[in-house]
């Protein structure tokens, strides 16, 4: 009888340690399915659509004058006059600035008065060899003397015109770097004179792109000073020989520069306009996720389309596809596999999602990609 007891409580125990395990169960498997069940990822999106782009050849480059030179005197003096502010314009043959000449005036006023003497010599003998007073011999004598005084002094102007720094062309003066009353040596730089209009942009690009180059191409400037604004210029002239290291060739391209903004020795992004235009698959440049191992895009499907039975059917999912980029142009970069026209992609959150993530779509307030995007100025 106390056996059966024993034997019918153990049974009870047995059976309530079997349901306890049997909720517990069941709690853990409404918890995974909790947990499986993911919330949407808010993303933007566009579609890939297809277009038609200009071929451009990319480079960069430096902005150069098409005359620039820093001011010298070709021989040492003190600087006795300056005749110029820093920054202002010059015109050509203007007077900027002279080095004490006081020794030279006074031997080029020797040299004229022997000048003169000299020529009053050759005068008279030339006279009197009319007569055959004098032997042609000293007549000759009076003519070389005359000319030997007068290359004297055409010397002596020579260096007081050295001494005398005047514009060689119009331009934009630069910073005065000497001081009224310093004793300069030759060679030593007074201020910098620019012209600031036109200007040239000088670039390299790879032979390869040789045979598209030519003369009259549109190019197309823009720097980090000015992002918003773009200046169009023409290709002048391509160089006839290429760098033996890089197998580059030297390009140079003019530009006007009326508002003076370009500044020589500025850094330049440059594009070199064919005539061509090629079609191209494009997409929105935030829509590429890089990686070492290759560049993908999430492409936006529905359950049914990516064939996942575990949600309903409308709903849609992100699908990541590997892709081959081309060129980029303003916001946009070209798709040369991976993508259909037609294929909508992940704009916007990228990051946060993984292949068959559960997404909703949300371009209210996602900006609008431009082909030329000009930033807000800050």
Do not use: C
């Amino acid at each position: 009888m106390k056996a059966r007891y024993f034997f019918g409580g153990l049974g009870v125990v047995f059976l309530v340690l079997i349901g306890l395990a049997g909720v517990k169960v069941a709690q853990i498997h409404k918890m995974m399915s909790a947990q499986w069940a993911m919330p949407p990822e808010t993303i933007s999106s566009a579609v890939a659509q297809n277009d038609r782009w200009q071929d451009t050849l990319s480079a960069v480059g430096s902005i150069n004058a098409v005359q620039g030179v820093v001011l010298a005197s070709e021989v040492p003096g003190t600087i006795s006059e300056i005749d110029f502010e820093s920054g202002a314009a010059a015109r050509k043959g203007e007077l900027l600035a002279k080095l004490d000449t006081s020794a030279e005036d006074a031997q080029l006023r020797s040299a004229e008065a022997q000048v003169d003497w000299a020529k009053v010599s050759a005068d008279r003998l030339e006279k009197l060899r009319a007569d055959n007073t004098v032997s042609q011999s000293e007549l000759d004598q009076a003519v070389a003397a005359l000319k030997q005084a007068k290359a004297n002094a055409d010397a002596i102007r020579s260096t007081i015109d050295k001494k005398t720094i005047r514009a060689p062309f119009d331009g934009k003066l630069g910073i005065r770097l000497v001081n009224l009353g310093e004793q300069v040596p030759s060679g030593k730089g007074i201020v910098s004179l620019q012209a600031l209009s036109p200007l040239f942009v000088d670039f390299s690009l790879p032979q390869q792109d040789l045979a598209q180059l030519k003369a009259g191409l549109r190019v197309r400037v823009t720097t980090d000073t000015y992002p918003d604004k773009q200046f169009d210029g023409e290709l002048m002239a391509v160089n006839p020989d290429l760098d033996p290291v890089t197998r580059s060739v030297r390009i140079r391209a003019q530009f006007q520069n009326p508002d003076q903004l370009l500044r020589p020795g500025m850094f330049a992004r440059v594009e070199v306009l064919l005539p061509e235009s090629k079609p191209v698959l494009a997409v929105p440049a935030t829509a590429i996720l890089s990686a070492p191992f290759g560049d993908s895009v999430f492409v936006i499907v529905t359950a049914a389309q990516a064939g996942m039975t575990n949600m309903a059917s409308t709903n849609l999912v992100a699908r990541q596809k590997f892709v081959r980029t081309g060129r980029v142009h303003g916001d946009f970069v070209s798709i040369e596999s991976g993508l259909e026209a037609g294929d909508r992609v992940a704009t916007a959150g990228i990051f946060k999602l993984r292949n068959g993530a559960n997404v909703q779509e949300n371009n209210e307030d996602s900006p609008k990609p431009s082909l030329s995007p000009t930033p807000p100025n800050s």
